[in-house]
């Protein structure tokens, strides 16, 4: 029985580690212009990344728009 709550415990415990680290994933993105050069955007974390790599794409001051590209996605 003390086996099994030290389990389950070590097992929450991996899972709110686990997800917390992504919140704070970090990466450096940028989008391809009309021309086909890249445009840097910096560097996007936690929910700005997500919300970013979710509309995959960016829209410039031109209103050309681009496809989103992050290091590692």
Partial sequence: MKTN???FAAAISFVALTSSCN???CSECHYD???GNE???GEFCG????NLEAVGSYTDSTGY???VHCEGH
Avoid: F, R
């Avoid at 929910?47 to 997500?50: A, R, S, T, V």
């Fill in 5 to 7: 709550l030290l389990l």
């Fill in 23 to 25: 919140k704070n994933k």
């Fill in 33 to 35: 212009d009309i021309n």
């Fill in 39 to 41: 445009v840097e955007m």
């Fill in 47 to 50: 929910d700005e990344l997500e």
């Fill in 65 to 67: 728009t681009g496809v």
